[in-house]
């Protein structure tokens, strides 16, 4: 099933908003729905086309998986709730772990991850709450990417022939599905969100699972997060669509300055030491959609400054690389 496009150019937003909280109140009718509330600008976006629409029947969670940047469940949250939509924050951080032990593969990586988002978590909700419908952000490159072959999204189902509610007990609605990036940013602002959201970065939706090749565990989970607060501080002035860091899997050789103490205690010469750690690569992409992208020049020393914080202030890192190739035929995401 493909849904036809509504280009960013020929998209009216007043009439759009107006549109999709007829369609959502008449699915849902007298019953309550779920919505799925991120923080990126899809599911924002959504999250408040679904609270015009349905007022006190919508029920909105956060999911914290564990996944997710700094404190970011907490500013969701809050932000939300000043436009009064009340946000119930789900501690689901062991069960996502436990999906994902021992997990390498991405695309097994990425099935756990929706099975224990949409059949576990969500499920439980729908089946405490009576609700009959879950309201997501899906867009329409998730969906191209999906049908391509490119990357299995972690939102898409019916184009796949997957029916939600034979599967998971549940109807999905997905207002967005025939917008792209540069269209729901539109929609938002026609809504009133702050710039902090409708103009923030695309943000996957398996979170930092989808920034760590390999196993994802706490730990690792926990490097990858502290490398992301570097670098979205480090880039937060360049004009780039997106930008991320990214925990490799192999270890690499590195070295580090060892202060060895003499006789008495007296500090001798400083020698470099073997340090056997781990590899952050960096990416920063320009684009408009999403569909493609071209890495950012960065300049030189904003390169050699988040190659220095990351590899001092993050424990167990001894390289840093910037990646130069384009979309296509590298993806954005490395997972």
């Given amino acids: 099933m493909k849904s036809e496009e509504i280009k960013a150019t020929d998209l009216n937003p007043q009439q759009f908003i107006a549109k999709k909280i007829v369609q959502i109140s008449g699915a849902v009718g007298d019953e309550k729905a779920i919505n799925a509330l991120s923080g990126g600008v899809d599911s924002s976006t959504v999250t408040m086309l679904a609270h015009r629409a349905l007022g006190d029947k919508l029920l909105t969670y956060f999911i914290d998986h564990g996944l997710m940047r700094q404190d970011e469940p907490q500013q969701i949250s809050s932000l939300f709730r000043e436009f009064g ?114 103009n923030r970065m695309p943000f996957l939706g398996p979170a930092l699972a989808g920034r760590v090749i390999g196993e994802v565990t706490p730990e690792r989970i926990k490097t990858v997060r502290q490398a992301t607060i570097i670098t979205e501080q480090e880039l937060a002035n360049t004009p780039a669509f997106q930008y991320m860091a990214i925990l490799h899997a192999d270890k690499v050789t590195g070295m580090r300055a060892c202060l060895p103490t003499g006789k008495n205690g007296n500090l001798t010469a400083v020698r470099q030491v073997r340090d056997y750690g781990s590899q952050i690569e960096i990416r920063c992409w320009e684009s408009i959609d999403a569909r493609t992208a071209t890495p950012t020049r960065l300049h030189w020393k904003i390169l050699d400054r988040l190659a220095k914080r990351i590899t001092t202030e993050v424990s167990g890192i001894v390289s840093v690389t910037y990646n130069i190739t384009p979309k296509p035929p590298s993806t954005m995401e490395a997972v």
């Fill in 85 to 198: 939509v009340n946000v119930e924050i789900i501690d689901a951080k062991d069960k996502f772990f436990n999906a994902l032990k021992g997990i390498t593969d991405p695309e097994a990586k990425r099935e756990a991850i929706v099975q224990t988002f949409y059949k576990d978590v969500f499920g439980r909700l729908v089946r405490e709450s009576g609700a009959k419908h879950l309201l997501q952000g899906t867009i329409l490159t998730d969906v191209d990417e999906t049908l391509a072959g490119i990357k299995r999204q972690h939102n898409v189902f019916e184009q796949l022939g997957i029916d939600p509610e034979q599967s998971f007990g549940y109807k999905i609605i997905e207002p967005l599905i025939q917008l792209r990036k540069d269209g729901v940013r539109k929609v938002a602002v026609a809504l009133g969100l702050p710039e902090s959201i409708y």
